[in-house]
C-alpha cells in the first residue's frame, strides 16, 4: 500500500502536541494495555501537520509478526503529558486492480521477431484508480528483465501496438502492469 493519509485537525483539544499513527487489529479496545499489543508505531507528525506519507509499497507483511491480522490504521493525539487512549481509526482498503485477457496475435513473419497489437481487459476491480498501463516483454511471468514496449497507455485505452520487428531476444513473456497515480504494480499480468 502507499499513499498520503490524511486526517482531520484535532478540535478543542488545546493540549495537543503530536499525532501518533499505528497500524492496528481488527478492533480499538477500552482496555489500554490490549490496544498497546494489537497495535505498531509506524510513524508521527507535530500538531498543525494532519497528513502523513506511506511510501509506495509499504507492506504489512513487515508488521505481521506483531499484527497478523492488521486491518486499520490507528491515530492517536498526544500532549505533554500522555497519549489519548481512544485513536481516529481509518480501516485499510487494499486496492487490487490487475487486468486480464492479455492478448497479444503476433504479425510479424520474421523469426525471432515481433510485432502487432496488444490488448488487455480493464481490471475488475479498482479500475478507477488506474492512471495508465505499462507493457512490457519478459523473461517470466513475474516480470523478470523487463523490457518497456512503448510509453505508458492512458487509462481508458486497452491497447497498444509492439513495433514490427521488435527482437525477441531472451523474452519469454508479454505482460501488462497497471500504474496508480503512486506506484507501478509489483506483479504483472500475462
Given at each position: 500500500?502507499?499513499?498520503?493519509?490524511?486526517?482531520?485537525?484535532?478540535?478543542?483539544?488545546?493540549?495537543?502536541?503530536?499525532?501518533?499513527?499505528?497500524?492496528?487489529?481488527?478492533?480499538?479496545?477500552?482496555?489500554?494495555?490490549q490496544?498497546?499489543?494489537?497495535?505498531?508505531?509506524?510513524?508521527?507528525?507535530?500538531?498543525?501537520?494532519?497528513?502523513?506519507?506511506?511510501?509506495?509499497?509499504?507492506?504489512?507483511?513487515?508488521?505481521?509478526?506483531?499484527?497478523?491480522?492488521?486491518?486499520?490504521?490507528?491515530?492517536?493525539?498526544?500532549?505533554?503529558?500522555?497519549?489519548?487512549?481512544?485513536?481516529?481509526?481509518?480501516?485499510?482498503?487494499?486496492?487490487?486492480?490487475?487486468?486480464?485477457?492479455?492478448?497479444?496475435?503476433?504479425?510479424?513473419?520474421?523469426?525471432?521477431?515481433?510485432?502487432?497489437d496488444?490488448?488487455?481487459?480493464?481490471?475488475?476491480?479498482?479500475?478507477?484508480?488506474?492512471?495508465?498501463?505499462?507493457?512490457?516483454?519478459?523473461?517470466?511471468?513475474?516480470?523478470?528483465?523487463?523490457?518497456?514496449?512503448?510509453?505508458?497507455?492512458?487509462?481508458?485505452?486497452?491497447?497498444?501496438?509492439?513495433?514490427?520487428?521488435?527482437?525477441?531476444?531472451?523474452?519469454?513473456?508479454?505482460?501488462?502492469?497497471?500504474?496508480?497515480?503512486?506506484?507501478?504494480?509489483?506483479?504483472?499480468?500475462g
Amino acid at each position: 500500500m502507499g499513499g498520503i493519509l490524511s486526517w482531520d485537525l484535532a478540535e478543542n483539544e488545546p493540549f495537543v502536541t503530536d499525532y501518533v499513527v499505528y497500524f492496528g487489529e481488527d478492533s480499538v479496545s477500552t482496555d489500554v494495555a490490549q490496544n498497546l499489543a494489537s497495535r505498531a508505531y509506524f510513524g508521527n507528525t507535530s500538531v498543525g501537520i494532519n497528513n502523513l506519507s506511506i511510501p509506495a509499497d509499504t507492506t504489512l507483511v513487515a508488521y505481521a509478526p506483531q499484527l497478523p491480522r492488521t486491518t486499520q490504521i490507528q491515530i492517536y493525539t498526544l500532549s505533554s503529558l500522555a497519549e489519548k487512549t481512544t485513536p481516529t481509526v481509518q480501516v485499510i482498503v487494499d486496492a487490487h486492480a490487475t487486468v486480464s485477457g492479455v492478448a497479444f496475435p503476433d504479425k510479424d513473419l520474421d523469426p525471432a521477431e515481433l510485432g502487432g497489437d496488444v490488448s488487455w481487459l480493464a481490471p475488475a476491480a479498482f479500475a478507477e484508480r488506474v492512471a495508465s498501463y505499462m507493457v512490457y516483454l519478459t523473461e517470466s511471468v513475474a516480470g523478470a528483465s523487463k523490457s518497456a514496449i512503448g510509453t505508458a497507455v492512458p487509462s481508458g485505452i486497452l491497447t497498444t501496438s509492439m513495433p514490427a520487428e521488435t527482437p525477441l531476444k531472451a523474452f519469454s513473456h508479454l505482460v501488462v502492469y497497471t500504474k496508480s497515480p503512486l506506484a507501478e504494480q509489483t506483479t504483472p499480468a500475462g
